[in-house]
């Protein structure tokens, strides 16, 4: 699973799933539906986020630290089958400005 280019992390909370009480992590430009959830999460230790795509079964988890102007980390791919091999990648990415009135923060990464 890759993830998307951009992103708009959001202030509100899902209402279902994977989503629920959790805040809302949107692709740009918003495209189709799709199976897996997204949401992001405050990093728990430090200054950074946790960002997430799942279906339940497959997914990516992206966990960002601030670092000067940029946010970087690490991208750990889950499935629900055995691992035959580990996966994981570097992850950057940059802040973005907000579109008009929309008060969110978006990010661009790889």
């Known amino acids: ?3 998307p280019q ?3 992390l ?3 909370h899902g209402t279902e799933g994977f989503e629920q009480d959790r805040f809302l992590l ?3 430009p918003s495209g189709p539906p799709t199976r897996r959830k997204a949401y992001w999460l405050p990093e728990t230790e430090g200054n950074g986020v946790v960002l997430t795509w799942t279906d339940g079964f497959t997914g990516l988890t992206v966990k960002l630290s601030k670092n000067q ?3 970087s980390g690490w991208a750990h791919p889950h ?3 055995p691992r035959l091999v580990p996966r994981i990648a ?3 990415a940059r802040p973005i400005p ?3 009135n929309s008060g969110e923060q978006q990010t661009s990464g790889q």
């Open 69 to 71: 102007k940029d946010l």
């Open 1 to 3: 699973m890759t993830a």
């Open 98 to 100: 907000c579109t008009p």
């Open 90 to 92: 570097h992850a950057t």
């Open 79 to 81: 499935f629900d089958g």
């Open 10 to 12: 959001k202030r509100e």
């Open 26 to 28: 949107r692709a740009l």
């Open 6 to 8: 951009q992103i708009e």
